[in-house]
Structures are given as structure tokens and as C-alpha cells.
């Protein structure tokens, strides 16, 4: 086992539109106040209530290609007609310094991050139905039904992408589901290579290091 390089872990949980993965992501924070949330760019207008810095970095189109192109995304996904994009200084940065990294990404994005970051942990999101799905995406009363429809299309198509991922969670009930996120969370903080990175005195100290690693 290796000492990482990074003293923060990286969480990258993924989910179809419409599983909950929001509701699930703030309820986490606000109980685990360690870890910081990854602020994506994104081309998407901003929908009723979403704050400019806040929930993403709204960004003109052109703007998007131009920092795309001069490679500042760590990462980067068209989405459902949009461009989404995750920041690698600031998530590089944040890292270096111990933060846990929430990002909150679609698959496609989330395989990228893997590449480059192949500590991350990935967490898949699943409804407990396509029903469910379509139901919530209806109560949040955000998309078009024609956007819905799309949402629900594209979302039986994610779903096949789970096996990419560490862990599942089937958000059936909100509590049972938040619950294991942290469970995966905290787990995940004591990996030997991000407690090594975060505690390396302690793990010199008492030999925790023994011979296989450097
Ligand atoms: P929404 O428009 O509903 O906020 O997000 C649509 C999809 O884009 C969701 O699956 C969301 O996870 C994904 N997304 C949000 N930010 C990013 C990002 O920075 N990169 C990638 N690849 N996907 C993102």
C-alpha cells in the first residue's frame, strides 16, 4: 500500500436525473461539513432559485469552448444539450490541502475523472424504478414534459453505466440511502494511502508503514 499523493479523498457520485441525488448530496453535506462540493461551469440557463457560484459557474458557450479548449477541466461532458465542466485547480488545489471533493457528474465525466484520478470512488445513484424517476422529475416541476421524456430516455441508458462504479445505492428510502452514502464516505477516509498522506508522522511513528511502502 502506498502513501497517496492527495491527503483528500474524491468522491464522485453519479445518478440519472431524477434519482434524488441532489437532495441526497445537500442532506451529506449538511451532516459532514469536511467535505466541499466541486462548483461545476456549465452552458445550462440557470433554473428558478440557482445561484450563480452557488449551485454552478454559469458560462456563456463560447467562453466554456475557449477555457475547454486550454484544458482547465479536469473533466467535461455534453449533457442533455449542455456542457458541464469540473475545474482542476481548484479541485487539485483543495486536494493537496486535505479537503474531501464532492463532484456530482454524469457518467461520462466520471470515467474521465477515474483516469486521471484512479483513487477516486465512485457512487452510483439508482432509483428504485423508472416510475419513481419519472415521478420525481414531475413533483420537481422544473422540465418540460417533452425535456422529462428525455430525461426518463436518457436515464434507462445510465443506468447501464452503473458497473463502472464502486457502489450502488438504490434511493428508495431517502434516510436508508443517506445513510449509506456516509457510510461509504467514511470508509473511504480510512483507505491507507489518503490516511497515510494525512497522518504521515503518526504512521512513521508507529511503523505503520512497515516495508511495502515508500
Ligand atoms: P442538471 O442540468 O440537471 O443540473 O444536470 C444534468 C447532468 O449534468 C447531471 O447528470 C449532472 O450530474 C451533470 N453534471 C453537472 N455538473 C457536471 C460536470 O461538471 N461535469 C459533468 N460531466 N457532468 C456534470
Redesign the pocket.
Known sequence: MKRSEYAGSLFVV????GAG??SMVRALLAEQPGIRL?V???T?AP?TGEVDGT??FFVAREDFVRRRDAGE?I???E??G?F???SRAWIEERMRDGDDIL????W???T?VKQLFPEAVGVFIAPPSLQALRDRLERRGTDSPEEIDRRVAAAERELQEAGRFEYVIINQEFATALRQLGAIIEASRCRFGPQYARRSDLFEALGLVGNSSN
Open positions: 453519479v445518478a440519472p436525473s441525488k441532489t466541486s461545476s461551469c456549465t445550462r433554473r449551485d454552478y477541466f473533466e467535461w461532458a449533457v442533455h449542455n458541464y465542466g469540473t463532484l456530482e457528474i454524469d461520462q465525466g466520471a474521465q
